[in-house]
Nanobody, 128 residues
């Protein structure tokens, strides 16, 4: 069992920055592949970024590439999403998700059903 708890969301003006954290427990984090997803009202859930179990490989959606950075600190049981140059269209509930590294196909990193464990989400609102 892996538990994940997101934090760091809030209200920010366009062009601003936020750092989201995903604190895990219940198992050692270095066994897990981690993804960040987001869902806006009336829209489908979409992948944002992912990171391999040791941090050696990352993926990003085209919409956030160059603005968002995913990272992890396995010793602190935490995965981060640094968001810069935020836009109103980034407004959504952001979720972190994970699964055993052995279960993951890297080419399917963006598929929600590939992940077994999910956090509760944290709201990010970008508005003036």
């Amino acid at each position: 069992q892996l538990q994940l708890v997101e934090s760091g969301g809030g209200l920010v003006q366009p062009g601003g920055s936020l750092r989201l954290s995903c604190v895990t427990s219940g198992d050692r984090l270095d066994y897990y592949y981690i993804g960040w997803f987001r869902q806006a009202p009336g829209k489908e859930r979409e992948a944002v970024a992912s990171i391999s179990s040791t941090g050696g490989s990352t993926n990003y959606a085209d919409s956030v590439k160059g603005r968002f950075t995913i990272s992890r600190d396995n010793a602190k049981n935490t995965v981060y999403l640094r968001m810069k140059s935020l836009k109103p269209e980034d407004t959504a509930v952001y979720y972190c998700a994970g699964d055993f590294r052995e279960n993951m196909f890297a080419n399917l990193w963006y598929v929600p059903d590939e992940y077994s464990y999910w956090g509760q989400g944290t709201q990010v609102t970008v508005s003036s």
